[in-house]
C-alpha cells in the first residue's frame, strides 16, 4: 500500500513538473548566449538599433489605421531577447479589427487621444475600456481584443510591447472570411446564409 502510495506521488510529482515546464517554454526559446549573431557574422552598433520609426517623426497622419512595427522580422537583433514593439496610429473612426497574438500579451501604452479597447476571455466574459492619454492596458496572451477611436475629429496614437519577438498576429476576419473556408460552414457558424458570407468576404477581398 505503501509503495502504490509513493509511487501515485512520484507521478503527481512528474505531472506537475511537465507541466511547469510546459509554462516555462510557452514564450520564446531561451537562448545560451548574450545574442544571437547573424549569419554574416557582422555586429556592431548599427546591428543593435532599428530607425524604421523615425518616419513617425514630422510624418503626415495616416488616413487609414497603421501599424509600424519593431519584431523579429525588422529587427533581426531582437532574435531571443523576447521583446518587441509596435506602433499603432488610428486615424478617427478607425479600428483594429478583432485578432489574437498566439505568442505573447500586449501592454499598450496610450500617447495621444481616447481609445476604447477590449478584449474577450475563455469564458466568453467581455472587458472594456476607455482609454485616456498617459494609460496603460493589457491584454492577456491568445485572448481575442480590439482597438477602436470612436472621435469622429481627434486621431489616436499608441505604442504596444510584446514579450515575444514574434508575438503573432491573427485577424479574426481575415481568418474567417478570406482564407477559403467554405461558405456552408461559415453560414451554418453564424445563423445565416450563404449570400451574406459572399457579401462579407466580398468586403474584405484586396482592391484591385
Known amino acids: 500500500m505503501a509503495s502504490r502510495t ?15 515546464f510546459q509554462m516555462a517554454m510557452a514564450g520564446d526559446p531561451d537562448i545560451l548566449t548574450d545574442f544571437v549573431v547573424p549569419q554574416n557574422g557582422t555586429v556592431d552598433g548599427n546591428f543593435f538599433t532599428y530607425t524604421g520609426f523615425r518616419v513617425l517623426v514630422g510624418g503626415a497622419p495616416p488616413t487609414a489605421f497603421k501599424v509600424l512595427k519593431a519584431s523579429l522580422a525588422e529587427f533581426p537583433a531582437l532574435n531571443g531577447q523576447s521583446v518587441s514593439y509596435a506602433v499603432l496610429q488610428f486615424p478617427s473612426g ?39 492619454v498617459g494609460d496603460l492596458f493589457v491584454f492577456p496572451k491568445g485572448l481575442v481584443h480590439f482597438q477602436y477611436n470612436a472621435d469622429s475629429q481627434k486621431p489616436v496614437l499608441a ?23 467554405d461558405d456552408n460552414v461559415l453560414a451554418i457558424s453564424f445563423k445565416t446564409d450563404v449570400a451574406t458570407i459572399q457579401k462579407l468576404k466580398a468586403g474584405l477581398a484586396p482592391k484591385p
Open 94 to 132: 478607425t479600428t483594429n479589427p478583432p485578432h489574437t497574438h498566439p505568442r505573447s500579451a500586449e501592454l499598450l501604452f496610450l500617447i495621444q487621444g481616447s481609445l476604447q479597447v477590449g478584449f474577450v476571455d475563455t469564458k466568453n466574459n467581455l472587458f472594456t475600456q476607455t482609454l485616456q
Open 159 to 181: 505604442i504596444s510591447a510584446f514579450g515575444s519577438a514574434n508575438a503573432g498576429l491573427v485577424s479574426i476576419p481575415s481568418t474567417l472570411f478570406t482564407t477559403g473556408i
Open 6 to 20: 509513493s509511487t501515485l506521488k512520484f507521478f503527481s510529482l512528474l505531472i506537475s513538473s511537465f507541466a511547469f
